[in-house]
């Protein structure tokens, strides 16, 4: 829990470092192909220009964190030729992908085509690579995954839980392997044309139902390039073959950043660098036509991030100032959320022994304003319909019931919430209203709170 704290509370912060590692690493792509350095600094923004990007910029997933990992990786690897220490080099490309594979087992669909990249440049390079130093790849890839890996196995005997569980068998979860049925293409077909297809059907694609479509602009320089374009096509081959691992595990805009980026270097080099069996004419008609596609894209983008956030709050920085200077007061430094409720509130959750989970809505409320107790998870029927699972539960509650349980549910909720609790066998003694602030406490800006009920129940 300590550890999911601080990771958490770091997250805005190391999106914006990872965005700029992201940006820094796309100029050294570029490099070769873009000398003056003004014009290079216009496409490494073209390039990492996705509406989806910035906006996890601002919120607590880590999705961005990977994508440098993998393009510092890709990036090594083309310049494998030049490198003295390729033995070295070799397990500190397996570090990075093992890395990006923790912070994302998503990555793995790009991953899987880098590391064959790899094997391709050892192969033709006529290095020998030592035993030693192949055993120390493994050992550097696997790892980052070992600690939550073992932890889930231990937990749950699936590495992986609760995906793959068809494979691995855990007693806690159908014996399925779990797909999210909103997101991605449906059949085969859909599947070998989502990175387009996507931009058409973006409700299938995001919970915010819009696209700027530079997946769908990347796809169609690749594809140009395959066919006519004579250099960097390895870097084609792993897009498509990402492309396609993407579209047939998840189909889903936050874990296609990697896709995104490589593609929108891919398109540059289709301006400056490739060499094309075209004439001349056709070679400028393409470079507007792709320009004028990136630039569009672009405008779009950060029309979008102007109009939402990933909870479609609105009021940017822009439309509402005064509100956000205010709270700017409080960024970068610790504060407990508990700390801006009112005393009576705070009174309430002292009273609070172990946290009921009914919502997944308000769990993460729990975990801001109480970390250090147990948590009880309720609200999933699937750890209730096997008896290892059901078991385990009756086993916690009982080590637990000399203590106060409370569960967080917000107004909306609240029915649902009542219901759930009836049905896992527990009554309800107490409701009490509590408010928390979106933000902070007395903002004479206004800022909205979360309504939210604190339900006492017992055995």
């Not at 300590?2 to 050294?28: E, Q, R």
């Not at 390729?86 to 570090?95: G, V």
């Not at 020998?128 to 493994?138: G, R, T």
């Not at 995001?206 to 870097?235: M, T």
Request: hydrophobic share 50%; with cysteine; charged share 20%.
């Amino acid at each position: 829990m300590a550890l999911t704290l601080m990771i958490t509370s770091s997250v805005k912060p190391g999106n914006f470092l990872a965005m700029l590692w992201i940006a820094f690493i796309v100029d050294k792509f570029l490099l070769d192909a873009i000398k003056p350095a003004l014009k290079r600094y216009l496409f490494v923004f073209l390039i990492i220009s996705c509406e989806y990007m910035l906006i996890e910029m601002n919120i607590y997933m880590i999705d961005l964190w990977g994508i440098p990992l993998l393009l510092e990786a890709l990036w090594l690897i083309n310049k494998f030729e030049k490198i003295n220490n390729k033995n070295y080099y070799i397990c500190y490309i397996s570090l990075m992908l093992g890395l990006s594979v923790a912070l994302k087992l998503t990555n793995l669909a790009f991953a899987i085509p880098i590391s064959a990249f790899l094997m391709y440049k050892i192969t033709i390079s006529n290095m020998h690579l030592k035993p030693a130093h192949s055993v120390f790849c493994v050992i550097a890839f696997l790892f980052p995954l070992l600690p939550d890996s073992l932890y889930m196995y231990l937990q749950t005997s699936n590495p992986i839980f609760p995906l793959y569980n068809k494979f691995f068998r855990s007693p806690y979860w159908e014996l399925e392997n779990f797909k999210d049925g909103r997101w991605g293409p449906q059949n085969l077909f859909e599947v070998l044309a989502w990175p387009v297809m996507s931009f058409f059907v973006p409700e299938r694609f995001s919970e915010l139902r819009e696209y700027s479509g530079k997946i769908a602009i990347s796809c169609i320089a690749v594809l140009y390039n395959l066919f006519f374009g004579r250099r960097n096509r390895a870097f084609l081959y792993i897009w498509l073959s990402g492309a396609l691992l993407w579209a047939i595990t998840t189909g889903y805009v936050r874990y296609s950043f990697f896709l995104e980026v490589l593609g929108g270097i891919i398109v540059a080099y289709s301006i400056f660098n490739y060499e094309w069996i075209s004439s001349k004419t056709y070679l400028k008609v393409q470079k507007i036509i792709l320009i004028i596609l990136l630039m569009v894209q672009v405008m779009f983008a950060y029309i979008f991030v102007y109009k939402y956030d990933w909870s479609w709050r609105g009021g940017n920085i822009f439309q509402e100032t005064k509100r956000h200077l205010y709270n700017a007061n409080f960024f970068l430094k610790d504060h407990s959320l508990k700390k801006f409720l009112t005393s009576a509130d705070r009174h309430l959750i002292d009273e609070v022994e172990v946290w009921i989970v009914c919502s997944n809505y308000t769990a993460g409320l729990e975990t801001l304003l109480k970390p250090d107790i147990p948590m009880i998870n309720i609200n999933e029927d699937v750890f209730f319909r096997f008896p290892e699972a059901y078991e385990r539960f009756s086993k916690n509650l009982k080590m637990l019931r000399s203590k106060r349980m409370f569960a967080l549910c917000s107004s909306v909720e609240i029915d649902r919430c009542i219901e759930v609790i009836n049905k896992r066998g527990l009554e309800i003694k107490k409701i009490s209203p509590v408010e928390i602030p979106f933000f902070t406490v007395n903002d004479p800006y206004r800022n909205p709170y979360f309504r939210i009920s604190l339900i006492e129940v017992s055995e």
